[in-house]
C-alpha cells in the first residue's frame, strides 16, 4: 500500500522541535555549563571587551538552551513550510508499507501478517 506525504501541520512540528532541543541543550548546558564559563572567563583575558565580567549563572544557560530551542523550531518550521510548498507543486514523499492494510474509522488494521 503507497501513501503520499503532502502536507505537515506545522504547530506540532514547532512545539516538538522547541521542547525537544531545548531539553537536550539544558542538559548539555548543566553538563558542560563550567567549561562554558571558564572559555568566556578566558576569552575576556584575550580581548579588549570584558565579557568575563558578565555573571553567567543558571538563568543565563537556561535562556541560552530557550533560545537555541527557539532558534531550531523556527528553522525547522521554515522547512516544513517550504516542504508543504514544494510538495504541493512537485508532488509529496511516497512511503510504500508491505502486507495488506485495511483503514477502519481512521485506525489502521493488518489483514495478513507476513
Known sequence: ?????????????????????????????????????????????????DVGAINFGFFALLSMAFIFGLELAILNTIIVVLYNLFSQWLGG??????????????????KNNK
Request: glycine fraction near 4%.
Open 93 to 110: 514523499v511516497v512511503v510504500e508499507f508491505e502486507g495488506d492494510w485495511e483503514i477502519v474509522d481512521g485506525e489502521e488494521k493488518v
Open 1 to 49: 500500500m503507497k501513501f503520499e506525504l503532502k502536507n505537515i501541520h506545522l504547530w506540532p512540528v514547532f512545539k516538538m522541535t522547541f521542547f525537544v532541543t531545548t531539553v537536550f541543550m539544558l542538559l548539555f548546558l548543566l553538563i558542560f555549563g563550567k567549561q562554558f564559563i571558564a572559555m568566556f572567563q578566558s576569552m575576556s583575558e584575550l580581548s579588549s571587551v
